[in-house]
């Protein structure tokens, strides 16, 4: 699989690490009940097809990205710098 | 009797003045660099106009937005990222004077002495990068003054083309410097089939 990183342009996935899906965001530690903390930390969904994800570009340029990804082909929908998101995003 | 110490270079122990491989006309020529300057910029959160403009001053560079690498004088600068440079300057002399200046802007970060350079030419010089760079360095892919950073043979890179010399095509390849002794025996081992020439620069006086 290469990704093509906003940055660096298409590389292969092995300069890249993978940490898992895009979208859960941490809820506040101090007032977040336990089931919404084992939500948080467990519970994924694992999609054929279309699913948001985070990758590290570890071997280029450091970058966090996000990327839209069909799990079955590998195909690469979208694919964005996470710092775009604004402060106090995931990761 | 006075004892007088002498820094080693990046490459020292490492590789020497000589031949690697098949005899005859080499195919690769390696000069290994010694005595640069080299330190890492970070631009402060919403400060590159102001690091790009005391660039701009001195050394007179242009802060490059993507992977290239930009020249004055002894000096270049080279994309590490967004935001973040690699400033190399082809000798110590005023070096840290260069840094001072920039620390109020950036996140600065003296690597002279952490990283080694190889500047890598000759006609076979693609052939022996292709064995373990996972980059396309096809002239129309990867015209001079272009930049990346990368990982060949699990050693992470920075590698920029600079202009064309007698060789032909030139690559800098810089790695960090615990690394230099692995990423040599991986690039002596690829460039052997087509002999390799190996030189390595003199250390150039003053160190800032």
């Known amino acids: 699989m290469r990704i093509p990183c906003p940055h660096c342009g298409a590389r292969d996935a092995q300069e890249f690490s993978y940490l898992g899906a895009a979208d859960p965001q941490r809820p506040d530690g101090l007032d977040a009940t336990e089931a919404a903390m084992l939500d948080y930390v467990y519970q994924r969904d694992n999609p054929a097809g279309r699913h948001r994800e985070l990758w590290y570009h570890g071997a280029g340029c450091h970058a966090w990205l996000t990327v839209t990804r069909d799990t079955r082909t590998h195909a690469i929908e979208s694919i964005e710098p996470v710092r775009r998101r604004g402060a106090g995003a995931a990761a | ?208």
């Open chain 2, 1 to 208: 009797m006075t004892r007088t110490w002498t820094p080693l270079g990046a490459w020292a122990g490492i590789l020497a003045d000589g031949h690697v491989g098949t005899a005859g006309a080499p195919g690769v020529i390696a000069l290994a660099r010694d005595g640069l300057g080299v330190a890492t910029l970070i631009a402060a959160e919403g400060g590159e106009a102001a690091l790009a403009a005391a660039l701009a001053k001195r050394p007179g560079l242009d802060l490059p937005s993507s992977p290239a690498v930009a020249h004055a004088g002894a000096h270049s600068l080279v994309w590490a990222g967004p935001g973040q440079w690699l400033l190399v300057a082809g000798h110590r002399a005023g070096f840290p004077e260069t840094l001072a200046a920039l620390s109020c802007l950036a996140a600065v970060s003296d690597q002279s002495d952490g990283r080694a350079v190889l500047r890598l030419s000759g006609s076979k010089i693609r052939e022996t990068l292709a064995k373990g760079c996972m980059l396309d360095l096809h002239p129309s892919a990867f015209p001079v003054g272009m930049a990346a950073l990368t990982a060949i043979a699990h050693i992470g890179v920075h590698l920029w083309r600079g202009d064309d010399g007698p060789d032909g095509a030139v690559f800098e390849m810089m790695v960090p410097r615990s690394l230099a002794g692995s990423f040599w025996s991986w690039f002596a081992a690829s460039a052997a089939e087509f002999g390799c020439a190996v030189s390595v620069a003199e250390m150039t006086a003053g160190r800032g």
